[in-house]
């Protein structure tokens, strides 16, 4: 079974500054990357993807792949209090296109501070 | 939110007795989801769906069992819900290979 590892915080930030999530995998096999972001009470909501090494930047989030060290993060720049949720780190049970769902980190909990 | 709905939004229910949860989408994703989300355990994997009658087992589908009918509903049954199927239910689905995985609004069960 693949596992996927995050520090679950609280992660606390001072609004404006830049937040950064990590996360470790254990499979040098995987592919894909994916990480979601999770209200309180509400249901995960995909935020960015990566497949290859090196980063990927979508508005203020970017993410970085690092396969050599398998390690995967999420920087999330100019801080706002409604970035505060937790966020989850993905990667698929077991790839090779088939779609056959994905193993998720336990999250970490970010905190912006206003 | 990619059209995904799930029904009932939370339910009580005593030890032993059959529960089935309904997800449905309306915008013919091929491969649909089954998973829970505990406190210490985070999101986990029951069961998913790559087509019509297509279901295959994951991480944690002991007690739970699928069906997939037609496109847009998939149905998770629980055939004699105990205690430690209490937890939050989420289906998700993806049109595709891409994993990229969007999620229902889930479902909070609480078995008494």
């Known amino acids: 079974q693949k596992e996927v590892e995050q520090n679950s915080g609280p992660l606390s930030v001072p609004e404006g500054a830049i937040a950064s999530l990590n996360c470790t995998y254990s499979?040098?096999?995987?592919?894909?990357f994916f990480w979601y972001r999770q209200y309180s009470g509400k249901s995960p909501e995909l935020i960015m993807s990566?497949?290859?090494?090196g980063d990927k930047e979508d508005g203020r989030f970017t993410a970085q792949l690092n396969k050599a060290s398998q390690y995967v993060s999420l920087l999330i720049r100019d801080s706002q209090p409604s970035d505060s949720a937790t966020y989850l780190c993905?990667?698929?049970?077991?790839?090779?296109?088939?779609?056959?769902?994905?193993?998720f980190g336990k999250g970490t909990h970010l905190i912006i501070q206003p | 939110d990619a059209g995904i709905t799930q029904s009932p939004r939370h339910k009580v229910t005593e030890t032993g007795t059959p529960v089935t949860l309904r997800c449905h989408q309306t915008e013919n994703h091929r491969y649909m989801y089954w998973y829970r989300q505990d406190p210490g355990h985070g999101l986990r994997l029951i069961h998913y769906?790559?087509?019509?009658?297509?279901?295959d087992k994951g991480e944690v589908s002991d007690g739970y069992s699928v069906s997939r009918s037609k496109t847009e509903d998939f149905l998770l049954t629980l055939e004699s819900a105990t205690s430690s199927q209490t937890s939050v239910y989420f289906c998700?689905?993806?049109?595709?290979?891409?994993?990229?995985?969007?999620f229902g609004p889930g479902t909070r069960l609480t078995v008494t």
């Open positions: 998700a689905a993806t049109r595709d290979h891409s994993y990229e995985q969007y």
């Open positions: 769906s790559y087509g019509v009658k297509d279901t």
């Open positions: 990566i497949y290859s090494n």
């Open positions: 499979d040098r096999g995987s592919q894909s």
């Open positions: 993905a990667v698929p049970v077991r790839g090779g296109g088939g779609a056959d769902g994905l193993t």
